[in-house]
């Protein structure tokens, strides 16, 4: 060859025998560079090296082009740019498939046997000694301390992640000589066969193939197994085929898709499916009940109509925002979709049935302060991580706590969280059945929510929806109720916490599902009303003020799970902020303290519009206020809702009903009329959960009538009793109203700002932090002169929410957001609900396991297989039954599933890929189905 085409090769050293070699044997005249072994750890260490030995090269002129010994190697190889030279590289994973042949011969392999331990001559002369040293040093060196893990992770996660440290050759089971021809091969050979000896492999020798790097050293143009880089060119990864590709440098850009799953359709079944014409949105939050009509096929909203929520029976809520609707349309609807804020607001207000919680924690070991929730007992009943039985249940022991936590505490339903319940769910389901059987009560268990780890989050989940039970089915019996009395007997379908829809029936099945409905309905009438692609969506309403984000298009989610109200859980949900403050939230002085929230009042000018005598209980307060030490607490007032079933009332009860069956009374007048001690003390708790009184008191709402932004009830009891409040807080009613609003907007502007942290860290531990708070004061305005804080969002914040417009331009302006207001911003949970989809979905895993197979998990029954593709066709054919089923019961007549798989491969400090486990997504999506209506609460 003349030296004009001389190839200069760089590689890594495990190539150099066999490059060499053939370079001899074709008779090519090449200049070399190896690179130690071991540098695709270091991708960006790679491809600086890399870069500068083609610069260097390419500026001696001495070559026609570079050959790159080196694969993808960790994405090491991306971004390589060629100057006046080209570059050569092979379209292969890594070396081993130049060794085999070709990257299809090397996935084969794989494929057969995922977690194999290659060795070549190269591999044996340039890494096999100081490689050995490492691994005994390593396992030394990877025994973490369980003590110090389990402080940072929890103990459930450290244990998995010492066995996975300290057990990393379970994860190989093969050592395969791959035989290239070299001279010494026994002594390579025996090296191999001894490494399979020593850590339980088998062995097996492979036949070697230099095909692909005789390619590699003499192509001049790209092939399907060679990539040629003309000058001016960078390589880029192609996710979709898995190799470099050759892109010019103007255009060139950094991949960002590397390891994202690659998505099929696994198979389709036609279903017929009737398409929804006129749609019924219904919003039930926990001040208003919202309602839209909205036209599908011009996607407009044809009529809206809002009325105040009726807790203690939303038939009248619903019925009362119906009448405003257009009767001859409302007949016409043939799909109806409900977001409600019933299970947020529950758990932010701490309602609901009292729960025992049963537990079975990791060796027994629990400390109180673990869980936060009483009643709860550790029973017998322990599981390794595996699943694997350490000590059997005892039914008898189980059924003597639960009737005794029925007899002293009083409580309405169970739930049961054990170790490793995932993995083997028989402990939780004994425990279940015997609860059942001394009680007779309902039993939540945490593996039917969640296939996640960590079991305290598992309780937490199962607690909370066993506690919000009796509140979904009565909501929805009243919808349905209110629905059939305007003639609509369409299918009905709820809002889930992550946006999505599922039937009215598998909603009663499973109501922790519709955590967030309400707030995952108004990000999704947020992004229908705006088509913004990225924003911050902050929905204030009565209660609660939600905050998310959206980005590119899509709304975050939680994948750990959705957390509300202090509580963490593992429910699939939008990933949003909820705190207790909206307008209807309490206004409470505590000697000059002054907060706002998280208990939700009705405003006591709905209370002077609606209830004859208010003016008599605000005379009482007015007359004791000096008496009442600053504290505004005996201010409150009840008043009767109306509703008369539910509760058999005790004799202290009976004598508070008697007395504001009058008229309203505050909390001050009644304790001294029932010879009550204290206000804490009145017997009050049971006739506000059953919704039997209502409380109310000053609220934002009230104050917004005082300055006449909103005039629906009586501005003047607002203003009187503002007047009453701002005295124990030593204020001028006008100081007082700034003072609130002031708060108000402060604290939406630090949500707002806690949202946008959300996304790096945890925004809540700037509560505890001194530090961070100056700063934020600075930033609010409130801190001292010496500097000036400055902040500016890059994505505008979409508001959401009748007073809305009051409160986020200001607390935008704090952080440099542009503020968004749209039209029908006052309905837009309404709108989000019926806009939105059924998407079902459902994960199995495969996995390594002890036999030298492979073991699938996640489905109602773990089987293990000697072959992963083996594995992979029996997961992937029960998912696909599982979603298509699961559609079904959600509402869809949807079938297409799609089917996901992901690997996750580590790479070990040889460069080899350990298989660690393989992800399989099937997902199911389409509109409610209409041909077979859910009317489970009239039905069931």
């Known amino acids: 060859m003349a030296e004009s085409k001389r190839a200069h090769v760089i590689a890594c050293g495990v190539l150099a025998i066999d490059i060499r070699a053939l370079a001899a044997k074709l008779g090519i005249g090449v200049t070399t560079e190896f690179f130690e072994g071991g540098l695709h750890d270091r991708p960006t260490e790679l491809r600086r090296r890399l870069q500068a030995a083609i610069d260097a090269a390419s500026a001696r002129r001495e070559c026609s082009r570079i050959v790159i010994g080196y694969g993808v190697c960790g994405r090491g190889t991306v971004g390589l740019r060629a100057r006046g030279v080209p570059l050569v590289l092979p379209k292969a994973h890594d070396c081993i498939a130049l060794f085999l042949g070709s990257d299809a011969a090397y996935r084969r392999e794989f494929w057969r046997v995922p977690g194999t331990y290659y060795i070549s001559a190269g591999w044996f002369e340039e890494k096999v000694q100081p490689r050995a040293q490492r691994r005994a040093r390593g396992r030394a060196e990877r025994r973490a301390d369980s003590a110090e893990l389990a402080a940072k992770y929890g103990d459930e996660n450290a244990q998995a992640i010492v066995e996975f440290l300290n057990s990393w050759q379970k994860n190989y089971k093969r050592a395969a000589f791959i035989d290239t021809g070299s001279a010494g091969r026994a002594r390579y050979a025996a090296h191999a066969r001894a490494m399979a000896q020593e850590f339980g492999w088998r062995y097996e020798e492979l036949p070697g193939n230099l095909g692909l790097l005789e390619k590699l050293l003499t192509a001049e143009a790209t092939t399907d197994e060679v990539l040629v880089v003309p000058p001016s060119h960078v390589t880029a990864f192609d996710a979709a085929e898995g190799a470099l590709k050759a892109v010019p440098l103007a255009t060139a850009r950094r991949d960002g898709g590397a390891g994202r799953p690659r998505s099929r359709p696994a198979s389709r079944h036609p279903r017929s499916a009737a398409t929804a014409r006129l749609g019924l949105g219904i919003d039930a939050g926990g001040t208003y009940t919202d309602a839209v009509l909205y036209d599908f096929a011009s996607r407009a909203v044809l009529g809206k109509s809002k009325a105040l929520t009726t807790k203690w029976d939303h038939t009248v809520g619903i019925g009362n925002a119906l009448a405003g609707l257009e009767p001859e349309a409302l007949e016409r609807v043939d799909l ?175 109501p922790i599902e519709t955590i967030l409905s309400g707030p995952a309905a108004s990000v999704a009438g947020a992004c229908y009303l705006t088509q913004c692609d990225s924003a911050l969506v902050v929905d204030v309403g009565g209660t609660t003020t939600d905050t998310a984000a959206v980005s590119d298009g899509r709304v975050h989610t939680a994948p750990s799970g959705a957390r509300v109200g202090g509580w963490q859980t593992h429910v699939q949900a939008l990933d949003m902020r909820t705190v207790g403050l909206g307008g209807d939230s309490l206004i409470a002085c505590e000697r000059g303290q002054l907060s706002i929230g998280p208990t939700r009042v009705a405003p006591v000018a709905w209370l002077a519009a609606e209830h004859a005598g208010t003016p008599e209980a605000l005379d009482y307060v007015e007359a004791r206020l000096d008496d009442f030490e600053g504290s505004s607490r005996p201010l409150e007032l009840l008043a009767l809702t109306g509703r008369v079933d539910g509760l058999a009332a005790g004799s202290d009860e009976a004598r508070l009903l008697a007395l504001l069956g009058q008229r309203p009374h505050s909390l001050a007048e009644l304790a001294e009329r029932t010879a009550c001690a204290h206000v804490d003390l009145l017997p009050v708790a049971r006739l506000e959960e059953q919704y039997i009184v209502q409380r109310c008191a000053l609220t934002p709402t009230d104050l917004l009538h005082c300055r006449g932004l909103f005039t629906r009830w009586d501005a003047r009891a607002a203003r009187r009793l503002c007047g009453l409040v701002s005295r124990l807080c030593g204020s001028t009613p006008e100081e007082f109203i700034e003072r609130v609003f002031g708060l108000l907007v402060n604290r939406l502007a630090v949500e707002l700002l806690k949202k946008v942290l959300d996304e790096e860290t945890n925004p809540d531990a700037m509560d505890d932090c001194p530090a961070c708070q100056a700063l934020v004061r600075n930033l609010l305005g409130e801190g001292n002169g010496g500097f000036a804080l400055r902040l500016a969002l890059h994505r505008p914040v979409i508001g959401l929410g009748a007073p809305v417009h009051l409160f986020l331009p200001q607390a935008a302006r704090r952080l440099g957001a542009e503020a968004i207001i749209p039209p029908h911003a006052d309905v837009a949970n309404a709108i989000g609900a019926i806009t939105s989809r059924v998407v079902v979905a459902r994960q199995a895993r495969i996995e390594p396991n002890a036999a030298g197979g492979y073991a699938v998990h996640g489905l109602p029954e773990t089987r293990d297989f000697d072959r992963l593709d083996a594995a992979h066709a029996y997961a992937a054919g029960e998912l696909e039954r599982a979603v298509r089923q699961q559609a079904r019961l959600a509402g869809t007549a949807a079938d297409r599933v799609e089917l996901d798989a992901h690997d996750r491969i580590s790479n070990a400090a040889d460069g080899t890929e350990i298989f660690l486990e393989r992800v399989l997504t099937a997902h199911v999506a389409g509109p409610p189905d209409l041909a077979r209506p859910q009317r489970a609460a009239r039905e069931g």
């Open 336 to 510: 109806v979709a409900i977001s409600t804020t019933l299970a947020t607001n529950a758990i932010v207000e701490g309602r609901g049935q009292k729960v025992g919680l049963l537990l079975m924690p990791p060796y027994g070991l629990l400390e109180p302060s673990d869980i936060p929730h009483e009643p709860k007992a550790a029973i017998a009943g322990r599981l390794e991580i595996d699943g694997r039985e350490l000590e059997p249940v005892d039914p008898a022991e189980v059924g003597r706590v639960a009737a005794e936590m029925v007899a002293r505490h009083g409580v309405g339903a169970f739930a049961v969280s054990g170790y490793a319940s995932t993995v083997n769910p028989g402990h939780e389901r004994q425990v279940k059945a015997a609860v059942a059987e001394a009680t007779g009560l309902a039993v939540t268990c945490g593996h039917e929510l969640s296939a996640l780890l960590n079991f305290r989050t598992r309780a937490t989940t199962a607690v909370l929806n066993a506690r919000i039970i009796p509140l979904l089915w009565r909501f929805l019996r009243d919808a349905d109720a209110a629905l059939a009395a305007r003639g609509i007997r369409a299918p009905v379908m709820v809002v889930k916490g992550d946006g999505t829809l599922l039937s009215a029936q598998a909603a009663l099945e499973r």
